[in-house]
């Protein structure tokens, strides 16, 4: 007979499927489950939407298809789930000719690609389903990926993503209609995931959305497939984080926009000192409204630098992160939301000044708090001049001196170094800590030399998005954490010299991946980077490896950071030997934190097989 309707294709006898119950056939090249229900016939994708295991292996009863294997549950007729660890159903129109049944293999979705993974990832922070969020960061890039396959222009930078964006939503976790289908793979993941953890966390900003922006910043600098890594290593600890808490309840700004600037950071600097979360929260608002971004960048840092190290560094570094997150986003749409939940960082924060460390045997603390008082005269003092950094600067901040630490540093305001240059040269010092981390004392101390540079380096970060005078004082702070780190160092592990190699840079990088298969090649893995950089191996191929190690390992949220850290140094040094030894640094910290079990390795490997519809299992 001739069909009319040439989409729809024959595909079994209605006889046949009435005897048996259920039949397997191929449409459209796959498989697609028949069952003949209630005297209707009903088709559906044979794969389980979870993963993949054969629905015609099931059972049905009162209209629910059950999958036998992790026992997902389905409505047959449209294919929604009753379970959200599954996924909805693909099912497909039937129509019955001269009992003969013919199915449409390629029925249109209801809603679009990008709509729909925006949505399963919003399902997935909400109940906290690691394959889910795999599955639906993968799909979003792969939506963006076929806007390049059919040859529309895409770019993955930071500067594209935000310059270029519209108006959305600022509800977190809410389902919107995606804006920019090119963006999905980057911006839609990032930005779902900011609004999902500023809402839904009382406590605010924290290590799962400092995660995320370190994964947002390290994006460009990874591989391909990598960057589906990052991006679901980043919402993955978003959801881990809320799990389980209570959500967040913002408040308002103040109606008065004619509010200056001074008068505004005063507020927010008392209100923050009283601990004062609420207030100091209408205030940052407030500001945000009125002021520019540099303006307000300045009001923030000033408060997160009244106190000495806050929260051993986490403070300073959290909310650094948190204004990096914002540029990715844009402005206008994200910084009152993202920035209001930082304020408990500040307001809740264990302030350096109160712990003995701080205080005994040297009073530290008193240094700083002394240096901080005579800041106007230095900074007045250093006005029209260029700072030319002595050659032996940064072995001074490494000496076990303090007042003669932050005798340099003083002097060197008053010679006209800017904060930038003095947050940078702290944050070199900072890097040898961790190049020269002595193995032998205790584990957890690998985390004291990374607080030290994570911090520093959030400093010279901060001082590209405001001038503030304040943050002179978060340079004397790191150098003081640098001066406690001291003995870590005692003895001061080798650094490879410069030297060379016969070996490929392509196996160099082979036989250091190797090296973070096995525990404790520190020593070994700092070598290998030493080694590829005498092959004149290029260094993005090198970050790019370092980034497949870091990403295939269930890393922690330290080793995530620095990694981040290291390749912002590398980008931020113009030496050689100080890119070199970023990196090597870098790798030092890696390889005593590797191997793990790589289990969200194993989570996003099943996610990317069943994107693809590769089988996981024999049976069909």
Same mark, same amino acid.
């Given at each position: 007979?001739?069909?009319?309707? $040439?989409?729809?294709?024959?595909?079994?006898?209605?006889?046949?499927?009435?005897?048996?119950?259920?039949?397997?056939?191929?449409?459209?090249?796959? #498989?697609?489950?028949?069952?003949?229900?209630?005297?209707?016939?009903?088709?559906?994708?044979?794969?389980?939407?979870?993963?993949?295991?054969?629905?015609?292996?099931?059972?049905?009863?009162?209209?629910?298809?059950?999958?036998?294997?992790?026992?997902?549950?389905?409505e047959?007729?449209?294919?929604?789930?009753? *379970?959200?660890?599954?996924?909805?159903?693909?099912?497909?129109?039937?129509?019955?000719?001269?009992?003969?049944?013919?199915?449409? #293999?390629?029925?249109?979705?209801?809603? #679009?690609?990008?709509? &729909?993974? &925006?949505?399963r990832?919003?399902? =997935?922070?909400?109940?906290?389903?690691?394959?889910?969020?795999?599955?639906?960061?993968?799909?979003?890039?792969?939506?963006?990926?076929?806007?390049?396959?059919?040859g529309?222009?895409?770019?993955?930078?930071?500067?594209?993503?935000?310059?270029?964006?519209?108006?959305?939503e600022?509800?977190?976790?809410?389902?919107?209609?995606?804006? *920019?289908?090119?963006?999905?793979g980057?911006?839609?993941?990032?930005?779902?995931?900011?609004?999902?953890?500023?809402?839904?966390?009382?406590?605010?900003? =924290?290590?799962?959305?400092?995660?995320?922006?370190?994964?947002?910043?390290?994006?460009?600098?990874?591989?391909?497939?990598?960057?589906?890594?990052?991006?679901f290593?980043?919402?993955?600890?978003?959801?881990?984080?809320?799990?389980?808490?209570?959500?967040?309840?913002?408040?308002y700004?103040?109606?008065?926009?004619?509010?200056?600037?001074?008068?505004?950071?005063?507020?927010?600097?008392?209100?923050?000192?009283?601990?004062?979360?609420?207030?100091?929260?209408?205030?940052?608002?407030?500001?945000?409204?009125?002021?520019? !971004?540099?303006?307000?960048?300045?009001?923030?840092?000033?408060?997160?630098?009244?106190?000495?190290?806050?929260?051993?560094?986490?403070?300073?570094?959290?909310?650094?992160?948190?204004?990096?997150?914002?540029?990715?986003? =844009?402005?206008?749409?994200?910084?009152?939301?993202?920035?209001?939940?930082?304020?408990?960082?500040?307001?809740?924060?264990?302030?350096?000044?109160?712990?003995?460390?701080?205080?005994?045997?040297?009073?530290?603390?008193?240094?700083?708090?002394?240096?901080?008082?005579?800041?106007?005269d230095?900074?007045?003092?250093?006005?029209?001049?260029?700072?030319?950094?002595?050659?032996?600067?940064?072995?001074?901040?490494?000496?076990?001196?303090?007042?003669?630490?932050?005798?340099?540093?003083?002097?060197?305001?008053?010679?006209?170094?800017?904060?930038?240059?003095?947050?940078?040269?702290?944050?070199?010092?900072?890097?040898?800590?961790?190049?020269?981390?002595?193995?032998?004392n205790?584990?957890?101390?690998?985390?004291?030399?990374?607080?030290?540079l $994570?911090?520093?380096?959030?400093?010279?970060?901060?001082?590209?998005? $405001?001038?503030?005078?304040?943050?002179?004082?978060?340079?004397?702070?790191?150098?003081?954490?640098?001066?406690?780190?001291?003995?870590?160092?005692?003895?001061?592990?080798?650094?490879?010299?410069?030297?060379?190699?016969?070996?490929?840079?392509?196996?160099?990088?082979?036989?250091?991946?190797?090296?973070?298969?096995?525990?404790?090649?520190?020593?070994?893995?700092a070598?290998?980077?030493?080694?590829?950089?005498?092959?004149?191996?290029?260094?993005?191929?090198?970050?790019?490896?370092?980034?497949?190690?870091?990403?295939?390992?269930?890393?922690?949220?330290?080793?995530?950071?620095?990694?981040?850290?290291?390749?912002?140094?590398?980008?931020t040094?113009?030496?050689?030997?100080?890119?070199?030894?970023?990196?090597?640094?870098?790798?030092?910290?890696?390889?005593?934190?590797? !191997?793990?079990? &790589?289990?969200?390795?194993?989570?996003?490997?099943?996610?990317?097989?069943?994107?693809?519809?590769? &089988?996981?299992?024999?049976?069909?």
């Amino acid at each position: 007979m001739v069909v009319e309707n $040439t989409e729809y294709v024959r595909v079994a006898s209605l006889p046949d499927l009435e005897a048996e119950g259920q039949q397997v056939v191929n449409a459209g090249g796959r #498989p697609v489950a028949l069952f003949h229900h209630e005297g209707e016939v009903h088709a559906v994708d044979n794969r389980c939407p979870h993963m993949g295991f054969p629905l015609s292996r099931g059972t049905i009863d009162e209209g629910i298809l059950t999958c036998h294997w992790h026992h997902a549950r389905f409505e047959l007729e449209a294919g929604d789930t009753f *379970d959200l660890f599954a996924d909805d159903l693909q099912t497909f129109p039937t129509e019955i000719r001269d009992d003969e049944i013919y199915l449409d #293999p390629e029925p249109e979705p209801d809603v #679009p690609p990008a709509t &729909r993974w &925006r949505n399963r990832l919003a399902d =997935g922070l909400q109940e906290n389903l690691s394959l889910v969020m795999a599955k639906s960061v993968i799909g979003l890039d792969d939506v963006a990926q076929s806007v390049v396959r059919d040859g529309e222009a895409v770019s993955s930078s930071r500067e594209t993503q935000s310059a270029s964006r519209t108006t959305t939503e600022r509800s977190s976790g809410e389902r919107s209609e995606p804006r *920019d289908e090119e963006k999905e793979g980057f911006y839609t993941p990032l930005e779902t995931a900011v609004n999902f953890g500023t809402k839904y966390r009382a406590m605010g900003w =924290g290590r799962g959305l400092t995660t995320l922006g370190c994964m947002a910043n390290l994006y460009d600098a990874v591989g391909g497939r990598d960057k589906r890594r990052a991006m679901f290593l980043g919402v993955h600890e978003v959801a881990s984080e809320s799990a389980g808490e209570p959500p967040r309840f913002q408040q308002y700004a103040f109606d008065n926009r004619d509010l200056s600037k001074e008068r505004l950071k005063s507020w927010f600097r008392n209100t923050c000192e009283v601990r004062d979360g609420d207030g100091a929260e209408r205030c940052l608002l407030t500001a945000i409204a009125c002021l520019s !971004p540099e303006d307000v960048a300045e009001v923030v840092f000033a408060a997160a630098t009244d106190h000495r190290y806050m929260n051993a560094g986490h403070t300073l570094d959290f909310i650094n992160t948190a204004f990096e997150t914002v540029e990715h986003l =844009g402005w206008d749409e994200h910084a009152d939301t993202a920035l209001a939940s930082t304020v408990g960082q500040i307001t809740d924060a264990t302030r350096s000044e109160e712990l003995s460390s701080w205080r005994q045997p040297v009073d530290i603390a008193g240094l700083c708090a002394d240096a901080n008082e005579s800041l106007p005269d230095l900074v007045a003092a250093g006005d029209g001049k260029e700072w030319d950094e002595p050659e032996d600067f940064v072995e001074t901040l490494l000496s076990d001196d303090a007042e003669a630490i932050i005798d340099a540093l003083t002097g060197a305001i008053r010679d006209g170094a800017t904060t930038t240059q003095l947050a940078d040269v702290v944050a070199r010092a900072a890097t040898r800590r961790v190049a020269w981390f002595a193995t032998n004392n205790e584990f957890r101390d690998w985390n004291t030399v990374h607080h030290t540079l $994570t911090y520093a380096d959030a400093v010279r970060r901060a001082s590209e998005k $405001t001038d503030a005078t304040e943050l002179y004082r978060a340079c004397f702070d790191g150098a003081m954490s640098v001066y406690l780190d001291r003995f870590l160092n005692s003895p001061r592990a080798p650094v490879p010299e410069p030297g060379e190699t016969d070996h490929a840079p392509e196996a160099i990088r082979e036989r250091l991946l190797e090296a973070f298969d096995e525990q404790g090649q520190v020593n070994r893995a700092a070598s290998l980077v030493s080694e590829h950089f005498d092959a004149g191996g290029d260094p993005e191929d090198l970050k790019r490896s370092l980034g497949r190690g870091l990403l295939r390992e269930d890393a922690n949220f330290h080793t995530l950071q620095n990694v981040e850290t290291a390749f912002r140094r590398f980008e931020t040094v113009d030496e050689e030997d100080e890119k070199r030894l970023a990196l090597v640094a870098c790798a030092r910290y890696m390889a005593a934190h590797f !191997p793990t079990r &790589r289990s969200a390795e194993q989570t996003f490997s099943i996610a990317t097989r069943l994107h693809r519809g590769e &089988r996981l299992h024999e049976v069909e």
